[in-house]
């Protein structure tokens, strides 16, 4: 899993994706291992795009907005 190839892959879709209403989906066939990457990737460079620098907690709350079970609770955790 090479990321730099990844994010080529990321920048090469979202340069075909034009419209911004569009959402770009990524998945794999073993689960999601790389389309996670993929997906983190993508909230990196969006976050980048827009304000031009991230934090963890930026992407952290910009990955649990889109996808609540990408991050484990506590309590989840727990069970």
């Given amino acids: 899993l ?3 190839q990844c994010l080529a892959f ?9 419209s911004p209403n569009e959402t770009i989906v990524y998945t794999c066939r073993n689960g999601a291992v790389k389309s ?8 990196l ?5 827009v304000g031009g620098s991230i934090t ?8 649990k907005a889109m996808k ?6 506590l ?3 727990k069970n």
């Fill in 2 to 4: 090479d990321p730099v």
């Fill in 10 to 18: 990321i920048q090469k879709a979202r340069s075909i994706n034009v």
């Fill in 36 to 43: 996670g990457l993929a997906f983190v990737l993508s909230v």
């Fill in 45 to 49: 460079l969006d976050k980048l795009d």
């Fill in 56 to 63: 963890v907690p930026l992407v952290v709350g910009a990955v």
């Fill in 68 to 73: 609540p079970e990408a991050i484990p609770t």
């Fill in 75 to 77: 309590v989840s955790l």
